[in-house]
């Protein structure tokens, strides 16, 4: 049996693409934290997936897969009014919401 990790429990919803924010949370995960990444389907997801070197043919980033270890994820389109409530119903089950959307786009969301 092994010991628990530190974030075992915890809840993250992780509104992040490209760098700090993943590498943020890959950390939490690491640590035990349950990471759900939100992506946008809109846009293919997170931007780091189109990122070389690729492992697997052309769609298996080895950059991404590196910064989201450990994380699970859902793709949601959150100016759509389904994919809305279905982030605001995730959000309450959550212990924390990380993000590092440029400056103008949360407010952008509403």
């Known amino acids: 049996m092994t010991d628990p990790l530190p974030l075992d429990g915890i809840r993250i919803i992780a509104v992040e693409q490209y760098g700090a924010g993943p590498y943020g ?35 298996d980033s080895q950059f991404f897969q590196t910064f989201n270890r450990n994380k699970k994820s859902i793709s949601l389109d959150l100016k759509s009014k389904t994919g809305r409530q279905h982030f605001e119903d995730l959000v309450k089950t959550a212990d ?4 590092n959307l440029r400056g103008d786009l949360p407010a952008k969301l509403g």
């Not at 992506?39 to 052309?58: A, C, H, K, Y």
């Open 25 to 59: 949370t890959q950390l939490l995960a690491d640590l035990g934290a349950e990471v759900i990444k939100i992506e946008n389907p809109l846009t293919g997801g997170d931007v780091s997936r189109f990122v070389t070197p690729f492992t697997i043919g052309d769609k």
């Open 96 to 99: 924390a919401v990380s993000n």
